[in-house]
C-alpha cells in the first residue's frame, strides 16, 4: 500500500472542479486539472471532456479563464494569433483568458500533458502586470526540477477522491507559477552573483546610513570591483540602487499610511527631509506630501 508521499500522480485523468459563489469570489481558484499520455499517431484532442474543453483542430478554442500545460514527455505544436511555436518536452503553454490557441502533439512522438486551468481576479491582474506574454506562449520552466516536481505533486493531490477545492488550492498555484518564473538553477547550492548579493543587502540595510564603500566591504570586494559589476551588467550605480530602494519604500508608506513625513524620512533610510524632498522632486516633480495628497486622492 502507498503512502501520500509515495503515491505518484495517475498517467491519465481529468477532474473540472465546483466552484460556488465563495470560491469564485475569491482572489484565483482552480478550474480543472489532468494528466493525459497520447501515443505516437493517435487521434488529438481526445473526446470526454465538458463541451467548454473539447476543441477540433480547424477551429481551435477559447476559454474564459487561464491555462498552463506542460509537455512532460514528447513534443508537439502550440498556436495562437501570434503564430505557431513549437513545444517540446519541459516546456510550458501558456493560455490567457479569451485568447484563441490550439494544440496537439507531433504525430511522431505523441506527448504526455499536465495542465491545469485557473481564474480569478489575481490572475488577470498577473496578466495585466506582465507575468503572461501573449507574444510568447511557449516557455521554459526557470526552476525546471523545481516546477516538475510541485506539479505532479499538486496533480497527484487533486486526482485524490478526497481532494476538496478551495482558495487555499488556488494560492497553491501561485507558488507553481513562481517555480515557472524562478530564474534560478535548480541546485540549492548554485552561488548567487556579486550583484544579487549587493542587491540583497541593500535592500536589507537601506534603512540605515548605507554607502557604496560600506556595500563592497561587506562583499569583501573593492568600490571599483563593484561598481565595475553593476556597469558591465547595463545597470543604475550601486548609489542609484540604494537611492532606488530609499525611494520605493518611502512611496509606499506614503501611499499606503498615514505615518507623517518626518517619521518616513528616517524608516526610508534617508538622512534629512530635504534629501528626501530633493529625490521626489527629481523623480516626481513633487514633494513627499504632495506625492502623498495625489496617490491617496479618492
Not at 500545460?69 to 498556436?79: D, F, N, S, Y
Not at 505533486?153 to 487533486?158: G, M, V, Y
Request: proline residues 7%; contains cysteine.
Amino acid at each position: 500500500m502507498q503512502t501520500q508521499t509515495s503515491r505518484q500522480a495517475p498517467r491519465n485523468f481529468a477532474r473540472y472542479l465546483p466552484i460556488d459563489d465563495a470560491l469564485f469570489a475569491s482572489p484565483v481558484f482552480l478550474t480543472s486539472a489532468g494528466r493525459t499520455t497520447i501515443p505516437a499517431g493517435a487521434a488529438y484532442p481526445p473526446p470526454g471532456h465538458p463541451d467548454l474543453y473539447q476543441f477540433k483542430w480547424r477551429e481551435g478554442r477559447v476559454l474564459p479563464e487561464f491555462s498552463l500545460l506542460w509537455v512532460e514527455a514528447g513534443a508537439g505544436v502550440w498556436e495562437t494569433h501570434r503564430g505557431s511555436f513549437p513545444i517540446h518536452a519541459g516546456q510550458v503553454g501558456q493560455v490567457l483568458s479569451g485568447q484563441w490557441h490550439r494544440y496537439r502533439p507531433d504525430p511522431a512522438t505523441g506527448w504526455t500533458e499536465c495542465w491545469v486551468q485557473f481564474n480569478g481576479r489575481l490572475a488577470h491582474e498577473l496578466e495585466a502586470s506582465g507575468h503572461f506574454s501573449a507574444a510568447h506562449p511557449v516557455t521554459t520552466p526557470g526552476n525546471p526540477r523545481l516546477f516538475a516536481r510541485q506539479f505532479l505533486e499538486f496533480l497527484r493531490d487533486i486526482a485524490a477522491p478526497d481532494f476538496t477545492n478551495s482558495t487555499a488550492q488556488g494560492l497553491r498555484l501561485l507558488g507553481l507559477l513562481g517555480a515557472l518564473k524562478d530564474p534560478t538553477r535548480s541546485s540549492p547550492a548554485a552561488p548567487r552573483s556579486l550583484i544579487e548579493n549587493a542587491r540583497q543587502h541593500i535592500w536589507s540595510h537601506s534603512h540605515r546610513q548605507l554607502n557604496v564603500s560600506e556595500v563592497a566591504d561587506h562583499l569583501g570586494v573593492s568600490r571599483r570591483t563593484l561598481e565595475r559589476a553593476f556597469t558591465a551588467a547595463g545597470l543604475h550605480g550601486v548609489l542609484d540602487e540604494i537611492t532606488r530602494c530609499r525611494l520605493h519604500r518611502a512611496e509606499r508608506l506614503l501611499r499606503e499610511t498615514r505615518l507623517p513625513v518626518q517619521h518616513i524620512v528616517s524608516l526610508a533610510g534617508f538622512g534629512t527631509a530635504e534629501q528626501m524632498r530633493l529625490q521626489f522632486h527629481a523623480r516626481h516633480g513633487l514633494t513627499p506630501t504632495a506625492y502623498r495628497k495625489t496617490r491617496q486622492a479618492g
